[in-house]
């Protein structure tokens, strides 16, 4: 018989995980005001919240931990992470800091001022926040195809071309501080973009003289996409496949807490001195000094590890296939999922899984609190909710697709736990038609209101 594929590590420590009863879930989400965010880990069976720091280092990284400069100021644990940056991403130029989103405050601090207009892929939502902070518009130049869970379009994070340069004949110049290309694109489900993308949008920016910036969450899964499904990438290592990419950025920022397989780090590298100069000062302001920015030396150096094993084709395609194997399940149950299947998460389509739940009442917040109290699992929803209102109307917004985003850490879970989620989306399912109402909203913030936003169920009490 054919042997069957099997995960390329073998489990060194576990930690255990408590089983909860419903009654102590439906007393916990009430006490959370029915926001995943306010639950304690403890209360969590199985956490797909996020692939953001939840991972599993390896022996190697743990090494790395024990040798970690903590030097204030010129701490070796720097250099060998910028050495990484340099030899994996070939920027010069190169700036720590605790985590994605600081990155985007480093740079958009430099570059992103009131009244610009900043075009991308569904930019996610630390991206779009930092952007509409600085009164600024963050423009979506998605594919149509990545709005429909049945179209299969192997690149559903792609640019349209054509909407792009509407957008940079339209305004002048110095309005478009930058394109943002976010790899792979979360908002739509965790879709890769194609080289050929890059490459084109990189040329349509040069025509205009806009610098493209690359968000780099979950870069080596896109370049697992583009060896595993674009022409003449099949026999290119991901190493090489990375470089490639990367010659097509005049910058990156990057949560190193997904794809760098770390607890917490990010960095910001680029081309231009320039703008390095300018962002050190931000860096010096917001995070640290310019060589460790919010990080301590024994993070970078399990980071340098991290970028290095993250590239290799043996991990990513165990990674990839976990999150497979938890799609190609819920497919064959009927669910609807975004399809093909991305690289970090199953991403749900709740408006077809709970169709009576009107869309003004959080169906994708719906479904996730259902999810909960069946089996323990939590999920995030990527919907209206994380859409916030319109700045200037201050009216909800309403997305093109209401998703449930099942984001499965790396190296952490095994099949076993997949099946549990399966298991009870499968018992949801079989039940929807009789969940018809939602939330109201009772208090939210202005600005990225689903972190702590407080709901109130609607319709009949649990």
């Known amino acids: 018989m054919e042997i069957p594929f099997a995960e390329n590590y073998r489990i060194k420590m576990v930690e255990p ?3 909860s009863t419903r009654v102590e879930r439906e007393k916990w989400i009430r006490e959370a005001d029915y926001n995943l965010f306010n639950l304690r880990s403890e209360q969590v069976y199985i956490d797909l ?15 790395a931990i024990m040798t970690g400069d903590e030097s204030y100021a010129g701490s070796a644990s720097f250099y060998k992470l910028r050495d ?6 070939g920027f010069d130029y190169f700036l720590p800091v605790h985590q994605g989103r600081a990155a985007e405050n480093v740079l958009f601090s430099v570059l992103v001022k009131e009244g610009h207009i900043v075009p991308g892929n569904a930019h996610f939502d630390t991206t779009k926040g930092h952007i509409e902070f ?9 594919i149509a195809e990545a709005f429909d869970i049945s ?35 979360n908002s739509t489900g965790g879709q890769p973009v194609s080289m050929e993308n890059l490459r084109e949008v990189k040329k349509l920016a040069d025509s205009y003289g806009i610098p493209v910036v690359f968000d780099s969450a979950r870069f080596a899964e896109n370049a697992w996409f583009i060896q595993q499904r674009e022409e003449g990438y099949a ?18 920022t990057m949560s190193s807490k997904k794809d760098g397989i770390v607890n917490i780090g990010g960095l910001l590298a680029m081309r ?9 000062v931000f860096n010096i302001m917001y995070e640290g000094f310019i060589t460790y920015g919010g990080m301590a030396g024994r993070d970078m150096n399990a980071l340098a590890v991290g970028l290095d094993e993250a590239t290799e084709a043996n991990y990513l395609e165990t990674r990839i296939k976990q999150v497979e194997y938890l799609g190609s399940q819920l497919i064959d149950a009927g669910i609807p999922i975004q399809q093909p299947i991305g690289g970090h998460a199953v991403f749900v389509d709740a408006r077809r899984f709970l169709p009576f739940v009107p869309v ?3 169906v994708a917040q719906t479904l996730a609190v259902e999810l909960y109290l069946e089996a323990g699992v939590r999920g995030v929803e990527v919907g209206t909710l994380l859409a916030d209102r319109d700045p200037k109307t201050h009216e909800n917004r309403y997305p093109e697709n209401e998703f449930l985003r099942l984001s499965v850490p790396r190296r952490t879970y095994t099949n076993n736990h997949m099946d549990v989620v399966v298991a009870a989306l499968i018992n949801i399912f079989e039940r929807k038609n009789l969940i018809r109402r939602g939330f109201r909203i009772e208090r939210e913030t202005s600005i990225m209101r689903h972190f702590t936003v407080r709901l109130k169920r609607l319709g009949e009490p649990l």
């Open 272 to 280: 231009r001195k320039d703008w390095f100069e300018q962002a050190t």
């Open 49 to 63: 919240l996020t692939d953001s720091g939840t991972g599993a280092m390896s022996d190697r990284q743990w090494a």
């Open 134 to 142: 600085r009164k600024a518009m963050a423009v979506d130049c998605t």
């Open 151 to 185: 179209v299969d379009h192997p690149f559903k994070g792609n640019i349209d071309l054509g909407k792009l340069r509407m957008i940079l004949e339209s305004h002048p110049k110095e309005q478009i501080p930058m394109i943002v290309v976010t790899l792979t694109c």
């Open 17 to 19: 995980i408590y089983r």
């Open 235 to 252: 026999e290119t290592t991901i190493k090489e496949i990375v470089r490639e990419m990367y010659t097509y950025a005049d910058a990156m």
């Open 84 to 89: 990484r940056v340099r030899q994996l991403f």
């Open 360 to 362: 003004e009442e959080y």
